[in-house]
């Protein structure tokens, strides 16, 4: 992996190159002043009254050209065809301007070939100097995990494996309940944290193994617990809230007479349609800061409850694009489970691994920018 710096002359952050010149305002990234030309060389001495002069003479040259300097932004033609004038697009990182063919575009905005390396590994990594939309962070996501399809998605079939294993449990008799609880509290938590930290891996350049998803039962068990107990446990309460509210209007509405009965089942059925749009909105918020947080406990130096509280502010904070990625996320889920079923089910192990792993991408590459931390963690 690449060094990374942020120039104290521009504040750009790039990759160090060898010259160890920022490639945007083309000053040392050290602090040091560009190196000063030689000057003319000094005049050779004179030789006595009457004697020849025992220096050779110089041979006459032709005088050079000046060299061209680099057009600057304001005014001028492409840098390197300065008779093109018309048509010129500047570059986002170094602000040159250039004709079309000296530049691409990358994600609508247009690169000269100088930058082009550096921002594409920026992108790669999360540290862009600019914020991500939502559908950036959703179709980066997707370029990525498709580049290499088969590692990723044994990573996320390994997951949902051990996820349905574990969950058979539930069904035994008396204490499946008791053993689901379990499962939601103490190994759903690290497996996702593994997930998320094998996916962090393939976004800074590292290779995605299946051994990475219990690197969070290795070194970050109880902090991944931490980080998912407040949700769980709102989850919980929330179930049980359903399943008594339930109960409750449907005991009430037997004691009524027919009319109140048909105006109690429409208002029932109101006060349920507005509940659940809450409890989606709810569900999703939390879901997606708990992926934030995921990405903050192996990113930054916090984990635990503190990671849970700077992933859930980073969500506040974009509640909109919050809201957006996880709806777009969510379609895409819909979409896969739906292609699965249609596949006689047996589609659902292709799709599933792989749509957790497309939304898990997603929510690094959005906390990445959404955060402004932009770092890229070395393997």
Not at 74 to 96: D, F, I, K, N
Not at 237 to 242: A, D, E, L, P, R
Request: net charge positive.
């Amino acid at each position: 992996m690449a060094d990374w710096i942020v120039c104290p002359n521009c504040h750009l952050h790039h990759s160090v190159r060898p010259t160890r010149v920022c490639p945007r305002c083309k000053l040392s990234i050290d602090g040091a002043p560009a190196p000063a030309d030689a000057g003319p060389s000094p005049a050779l001495p004179s030789p006595p009254n009457g004697l020849a002069s025992p220096f050779p003479a110089e041979p006459a040259t032709a005088a050079q050209p000046a060299p061209v300097a680099r057009t600057p932004v304001e005014a001028g033609g492409c840098v390197h065809h300065p008779e093109v004038t018309t048509g010129l697009v500047s570059c986002r990182r170094c602000g040159q301007r250039f004709c079309r063919n000296c530049v691409v575009a990358l994600r609508g905005a247009f690169f000269c070939i100088d930058c082009k390396g550096e921002q594409v590994r920026d992108v790669q990594s999360g540290a862009v100097d600019r914020r991500l939309s939502v559908m950036e962070c959703v179709s980066m996501g997707w370029e990525l995990i498709t580049q290499d399809f088969w590692a990723v998605w044994l990573v996320g079939l390994v997951m949902m494996a051990i996820s349905l294993g574990v969950g058979l449990f539930g069904m035994l008799p008396l204490i499946g309940s008791v053993i689901q609880i379990g499962v939601m509290f103490f190994v759903t938590p690290p497996l996702q944290a593994g997930l998320a930290y094998a996916m962090l891996r393939k976004i800074d350049g590292g290779p995605a193994e299946v051994g990475n998803l219990f690197e969070a039962f290795r070194s970050r068990y109880w902090p991944s617990v931490l980080v998912m107990l407040p949700v769980m446990g709102l989850y919980l309460v929330t179930i049980i809230g359903v399943v008594a509210g339930v109960f409750v209007f449907a005991t009430m509405h037997r004691s009524l007479s027919t009319t109140a009965q048909h105006t109690a089942t429409m208002l029932g059925v109101v006060l349920l349609g507005v509940v659940l749009l809450i409890a989606i909105l709810v569900a999703a918020f939390l879901t997606s800061a708990v992926w934030f947080a995921f990405v903050e406990m192996w990113d930054g130096p916090t984990s635990g409850w503190p990671a849970f509280v700077a992933g859930l502010r980073v969500a506040k904070d974009n509640l909109g694009s919050t809201l957006g990625l996880a709806f777009m996320l969510g379609l895409a889920g819909a979409g896969a489970v739906l292609a699965g079923i249609l596949a006689l089910c047996v589609g659902l192990l292709f799709t599933m691994p792989f749509i957790t792993a497309w939304i898990t991408v997603a929510h690094a590459y959005a906390y990445r920018s959404w955060s402004r931390t932009g770092s890229a963690r070395q393997y």
